[in-house]
């Protein structure tokens, strides 16, 4: 039972460089997801994607890109590394559901990958 | 646009006793889904219970249930036998009704069950 694979779990990056966190689901969702989670704080969405080859912003879309070639991967893309962007990346994945088809417990989330820019 | 506040950053709990942590959200839509999330030290996300604004019955999952008052707008989590292994964090979020599903998170409450 994969679900959501996110890699790398840890990275070390100095200003300046950049840097793929990859993400990958094998249950056919057609939602996926970036957030981040700052210290101390809930996590906040970065990009989003309701289908292969449609990305939207979220709400902290500043210096990440993301593309979604294939359902399965998600790949969110860091230029420039800057030490704000030092945080906890979670990918996350869904699928539709009609209205009153909703159970709840149709977010999958990766386990995270922790990013230190130094 | 859709809001959570948790406005107890900690919480701490005997062992076995009952603890609440609260939520209120603001939203203009009529249709709309709550959850709790809990986070351990481990930093995975843990799915624990969803309400439904329509949903006539307030939800429950095992030791888990949320006191759901629509008219107050708050969706607090009880957590009923507390166990050592429930001391985390403990995230409440909204689901967008935009149709991509999107979550909009609070703060967080960090909760600490004492022996």
């Known amino acids: 039972n994969a679900g959501v694979t996110q890699t790398p779990k840890f990275r070390i990056l100095k200003i300046g460089q950049s840097m793929t966190l990859q993400c990958t689901q094998d249950?056919?969702?057609?939602?996926m997801y970036w957030y981040r989670q700052d210290p101390g704080m809930g996590l906040k969405l970065i990009y989003y994607?309701?289908?292969?080859?449609?990305?939207d912003k979220g709400e902290v879309p500043n210096g990440y890109n993301v593309s979604r070639s294939t359902t399965e991967d998600f790949p969110l893309r860091l230029e420039l590394a800057a030490p704000s962007q030092t945080s906890v990346y979670f990918c996350?994945?869904?699928?539709?559901?009609?209205?009153?088809?909703?159970?709840?417990?149709?977010?999958?989330f990766g386990e995270g990958s922790w990013l230190t820019v130094v | 646009a859709q809001k959570i506040t948790q406005t107890q950053p900690g919480m701490f709990v005997q062992e076995k006793e009952a603890v609440t942590l609260d939520c209120t959200y603001d939203?203009?839509?009529?249709?709309?889904?709550l959850f709790w999330y809990k986070q351990p030290s481990s930093g995975e996300m843990i799915f624990l219970i969803y309400q439904g604004s329509y949903d006539q019955q307030n939800a429950t999952e095992g030791r888990y249930s949320l006191n759901f008052q629509k008219a107050r707008k708050s969706a607090n989590l009880v957590i009923s036998a507390s166990q050592l292994g429930d001391s985390a964090m403990y995230f409440c979020a909204m689901r967008d009704q935009g149709g991509s599903e999107k979550l909009v998170f609070g703060k967080g409450t960090k909760l600490t069950v004492n022996p």
């Open positions: 939203t203009s839509d009529p249709s709309y889904g």
């Open positions: 249950m056919n969702h057609n939602y």
């Open positions: 996350a994945s869904s699928s539709h559901r009609n209205a009153g088809a909703f159970s709840g417990n149709t977010i999958y």
């Open positions: 994607s309701v289908g292969a080859g449609i990305t």
